[in-house]
């Protein structure tokens, strides 16, 4: 099984409430697992950030099932004693069960949370399909008023690799 990241390029929402911090947008805070150095803030209850993603950086041809796909986070809550939520569903594909993840009190710390794999693109058992991957996007929800701070955002897809013929090289398969 192989891997492979799919970083977000674009965002949309209440982008004045989630503000980007040590680079000039959203998306490009949300590249590198770097901690206080770039990332989004929020602390409005409710407001949402929508993320796009590049497109796949393996061919469609080279893939021959896409197994799962799931959101890599890094983020801190700012409070000392609570911690911050944030809720995330994907709104491309509809239909996959929305995650409230928590991130832990602490005041210099950024902790990993990982999405659950999710084996089908719409939560009912339909295939991922390369036009999925091409148009993913995710919603990102504050669901208190306690900061958060995200560091780094992607998504992570797990895919089998196509089988190929070997080639003929002079006149012999190898």
């Known amino acids: 099984m192989a891997t492979m990241i799919l970083l977000p390029t674009s965002t949309s929402g209440h982008t004045s409430h989630w503000v980007a911090v040590g680079e000039s947008t959203h998306h490009e805070a949300l590249e590198s697992d770097d901690g206080d150095t770039s990332y989004v803030k929020c602390s409005a209850n409710g407001r949402r950030l929508d993320l796009g993603f590049a497109d796949p950086s393996v061919a469609v041809g080279d893939i021959a099932s896409i197994d799962s796909v799931r959101f890599l986070s890094s983020g801190r809550s700012t409070h000392r004693t609570t911690a911050s939520t944030v809720s995330m569903i ?8 929305l995650e409230t993840v928590s991130y832990d009190t602490s005041p210099s710390t950024f902790e990993t949370i990982n999405g659950t794999a999710r084996a089908s693109s719409d939560g009912s058992g339909t295939d991922w399909t390369y036009a999925n991957l091409e148009d993913l996007s995710i919603r ?26 070997n080639a003929t090289f002079f006149g012999a398969n190898f």
Do not use: C, Q
């Open 140 to 165: 990102l929800t504050k669901t208190d008023t306690v900061e958060v701070r995200l560091s780094y955002f992607a998504m992570e897809v797990t895919y089998t690799e196509a089988v190929t013929d």
């Open 90 to 97: 994907y709104i491309d594909p509809l239909g996959n069960a």
